[in-house]
């Protein structure tokens, strides 16, 4: 079934406009009600609401409560939560579902709302067409009196804590940038407790500057940070923690291809790679498949979303995957991206090998590779144009089995995202600017 509103990571768009408003969020909490009282029957539970630290988001919480409330459920609101303490607290308690309020990584301007079923896992592409079939064509009052969940955050930094043991991180500098994001108090108090010793960015949200030159999308300062005080890395999270970006002991950035790699071939080494099957998208660089094979395992692709990685986890049995965008999933611990438990597990791998990051990461070396995301004006179905299609082809017989190319739109914001691997950086720029010229030739494209 095809979905109107919700996108990649559920539905998001500028606040204040028909994509992200809080008529659109009373009209999907009502048709998320209907749709899980037609699964649950009438005696369906109390839904968990947890939201990221943007202005907008209270306002949204209210509106999508009396939504829920106007079709027989009762909402609790968790507050400012990151997004897998939703995930945990949703499966725990057994809620019919959960909803975060969050555009993740976008400026605070933006947001969004994205559900979890019972299981912690985030809905299906036919769940999410079937609420929005359940919709009523109009908003209704927001809901006032919420009843406010007691201690949202304790089970869940009880299980963040409890991958090292105490006082692990005793002696260990570590820079956090929490992006004025969700998770400016879970991972402070989490790594805390574990003994570190923590510099702080990103951590004095005020509503206005989440993700703000701050965050994984923005990891420079947290990179000088580290070699400024020596420390033994830098964590990174998105605006609702459920990235994760790292910076190595000499001030370099890790992504996700490398997060993941290092943790897969960790468990190869000690047996533990579930199914021996890492599954990463098909945005991850070509590199990952090759260091994960060479070492006796196997990837599995998926597309783009780390839900669509859960999904393919899920057929293939295993419990390893991500994103190269830092969403990384360790489904024994959180069926969902988790920033924190990432950076949890890269610590683990550190102590076990007594080796730095700087060498962990070598595991991985990646094909040249060139992204670009272009924002257009329309997105025109890609089978429709004429010089871009062409222009895939033309590259794709030229790089053989040595490269590939992918092209495809963002679903949560009006932007064409171009990839191109190849052999060589000359190979590599070559194709990258073949397909933004075709690019301009078939689209409109905002400057």
């Known amino acids: 079934m095809k979905r109107r509103y919700f996108g990649t990571d559920g539905v998001r768009g500028p606040y204040g406009t028909p994509q992200m408003d809080e008529a659109l969020a009373w009209r999907l909490g009502a048709g998320a009600a209907r749709f899980a009282r037609e699964r649950f029957g009438p005696a369906a539970g109390p839904v968990l609401i947890g939201r990221d630290t943007r202005a907008s988001g209270a306002a949204l919480e209210r509106a999508l409560a009396g939504g829920l409330r106007a079709e027989g459920l009762e909402p609790v609101s968790l507050g400012v939560v990151p997004t897998p303490v939703v995930s945990l607290l949703t499966r725990l308690e057994r809620a019919p579902f959960g909803v975060v309020i969050t555009a993740s990584h976008n400026p605070a301007e933006d947001n969004g709302i994205k559900f979890f079923g019972p299981a912690g896992v985030k809905l299906t592409d036919d769940e999410e067409a079937r609420i929005e079939q359940a919709m009523p064509a109009a908003g209704g009052a927001p809901a006032d009196g919420l009843a406010v969940h007691p201690r949202p955050l304790d089970r869940y930094l009880d299980l963040a804590a409890g991958i090292l043991p105490p006082a692990a991180l005793d002696g260990w500098p570590i820079v956090l940038d929490t992006a004025n994001g969700a998770a400016c108090v879970t991972s402070r108090t989490a790594l805390t407790r574990l003994g570190a010793s923590l510099t702080l960015i990103g951590g004095e949200p005020d509503g206005r500057n989440i993700n703000a030159g701050v965050g994984s999308q923005h990891p420079e300062r947290m990179c000088a940070a580290v070699t400024a005080a020596g420390a033994r890395l830098g964590i990174a999270h998105d605006g609702d923690a459920d990235r994760c970006i790292l910076c190595d002991e000499r001030g370099s950035v890790l992504d996700g291809d490398e997060i993941l790699t290092l943790l897969a071939l960790h468990a190869l080494r000690s047996g533990r790679l579930v199914a021996n099957t890492l599954v990463i998208t098909v945005q991850s660089n070509l590199g990952v498949d090759a260091a994960v094979q060479a070492a006796g395992g196997r990837v599995s692709r998926s597309s783009v979303?780390?839900?669509?990685?859960?999904?393919?986890?899920l057929a293939e049995g295993a419990t390893l995957g991500g994103e190269s965008s830092g969403h990384v999933i360790c489904s024994e611990v959180s069926p969902t991206g988790d920033g924190l438990i990432a950076a949890l597990k890269v610590i683990e791998?550190?102590?076990?090998?007594?080796?730095?990051?700087?060498?962990?990461?070598?595991?991985?070396?990646?094909?040249?590779?060139?992204?670009?995301a272009l924002t257009v004006r329309e997105k025109k179905p890609l089978e429709t144009l004429r010089a871009l299609p062409a222009a895939i082809a033309a590259i794709e017989r030229r790089l053989g089995e040595r490269g590939r190319v992918l092209v495809r739109y963002s679903g949560t914001e009006p932007k064409l995202r171009l990839l191109v691997e190849g052999p060589t950086d000359e190979a590599v720029a070559a194709g990258m600017a073949e397909l933004a010229a075709a690019t301009r030739a078939d689209l409109e494209v905002v400057a």
């Not at 102590?351 to 070598?362: C, D, H, I, K, Y």
């Open 349 to 372: 791998v550190m102590q076990a090998t007594g080796r730095p990051l700087s060498e962990l990461r070598t595991a991985l070396r990646k094909f040249p590779q060139a992204t670009a």
């Open 305 to 313: 979303g780390d839900r669509y990685v859960i999904e393919r986890m």
